[in-house]
């Protein structure tokens, strides 16, 4: 199944993992049901996106309060463990310093309770194991686009 909204239009992902193969194999599934991805290799990278489309968004909206929703990311992907920023940090510093809710998808390849329980303390949707089953990860994915995205 895809989402996308129109041609010109599609859901846009921000995808971070430090692990090339993870990250492209990743992309092409979201690519292939209609996402525009950004991709980036790690915590630091994302967060760097992230800031720039935040102060875009303030000079277009000229309120601080507008902004919030004039990102052009709808959605992230995050690996839990990058060198630079884990991807739990990512989504903390996301919340606390651009006050965005960017409903967020993580991966692993640790997949302990600890994790878990440490991702849904940050609001994440939810942790998926690497290696990813493309039909789990997809699944995911749009469940999380009907949960936060669908009108």
Known sequence: MTFPRSASDRWRVLLADDDDGVRGSLAA?????????QEV??????MRFLRRDWNASQKSSGDPAKSSVATTIDLMILDVHMPDLT?????RKVRQEL????????????ASIELHEEV??????????????????????????????LD
Do not use: H, I
């Open 87 to 91: 991807g739990v940090e990512v989504l």
């Open 29 to 37: 599934l979201l690519d292939k049901d209609g996402f525009d991805t």
């Open 120 to 149: 849904k303390s940050v609001g994440g949707f939810a942790l998926l194991s690497k290696p990813v089953m493309p039909a789990v990860f997809r699944g995911n994915v749009q469940d999380l686009v009907r949960t936060f995205l």
């Open 99 to 110: 006050c965005w809710s960017l409903p967020t998808l993580f991966v692993s390849g640790e």
């Open 41 to 46: 290799r790690g915590g630091e990278e994302a």
